[in-house]
């Protein structure tokens, strides 16, 4: 067995005496899993870095064994945000998320296509946070837990979007949300195209966050992974710098 694609690195770690094993995105594989012979070499292992983008080769005597993986560097997407702690938190909660949540040998090239994206708007420094919520809740309808945001559930209206229903996904109106507003979650307006401010970013995370614990992470008795939990914290100093 034996193919070849471009991938995204989500992880990688030490195995035995002088390997990798390495995690990576593929579009026409999905996530998948190999060992890098050799990988604990210095010049090696920096190819492996988290974000970076890769052209590799998986290769295998059966399907179902792990494999060996071979790759070369397109582009390193780490050595660019190494001096910007937020961005490369947010790199970090990113491929997390998705080595975490995304099935193993899937295609899911829109998760795929969406993390290009999203590194893209992390090394040009422009709109990456409002970007990273969005791909999260691209992540929830590539998992089959797409939240229903473009009209009311209640009366069916589509202006004045306020509230998300934690039991259905899907969006209410702030008139027909008012009496229940302590039960609902809260709807950020950058999701309905307007400027977002840095704590209307918190309550996107807020919001992506509940539907993956709930749905994507507590039936398997897992928690969101801890690369998402300290993005949040960092960008909730953040918006606290910046006066919510």
């Not at 694609?5 to 899993?33: F, K, M, N, Q, Y």
């Not at 005597?61 to 060996?68: K, N, T, V």
């Not at 840095?198 to 507590?218: K, S």
Request: aromatic content about 6%; some cysteine.
């Amino acid at each position: 067995m034996r193919w070849s694609d471009e991938a995204i690195v989500l992880s990688s770690r030490r195995h035995g005496e002088s390997a990798l094993l390495v995690h990576v995105l593929t579009p026409g594989h999905g996530r998948h899993a190999g060992l890098v012979r050799g990988g604990q070499r210095p010049k090696t292992r920096v190819g492996y870095q988290i974000g970076n983008r890769m052209l590799v080769t998986w290769s295998a005597r059966l399907a179902e064994h792990l494999g060996l993986l071979a790759g070369e560097v397109v582009h390193g997407a780490a050595a660019t945000l190494i001096a910007a702690p937020a961005r490369l938190a947010c790199l970090a909660a990113a491929a997390a998320l998705a080595d975490a949540a995304l099935p193993e040998r899937e295609p899911h090239p829109r998760a795929y296509h969406g993390l290009i994206a999203l590194l893209a708007a992390l090394e040009a420094d422009a709109g990456w946070a409002v970007a990273y919520v969005g791909w999260e809740m691209d992540l929830l309808a590539e998992l089959g837990f797409g939240l229903d945001l473009a009209h009311c559930a209640a009366t069916g209206a589509t202006a004045d979007l306020a509230y998300v229903s934690p039991r259905t996904g899907r969006a209410v109106s702030a008139t027909a949300g008012a009496p229940y507003r302590d039960r609902l979650l809260a709807l950020p307006a950058f999701l309905g195209g307007e400027t977002a401010a840095p704590g209307d970013v918190l309550d996107g995370l807020a919001l992506t966050g509940f539907f993956l614990e709930q749905r994507a992470f507590a039936p398997h008795g897992r928690k969101l992974p801890a690369a998402r939990l300290r993005f949040v914290d960092v960008w909730r100093q953040f918006a606290t710098i910046s006066g919510r």
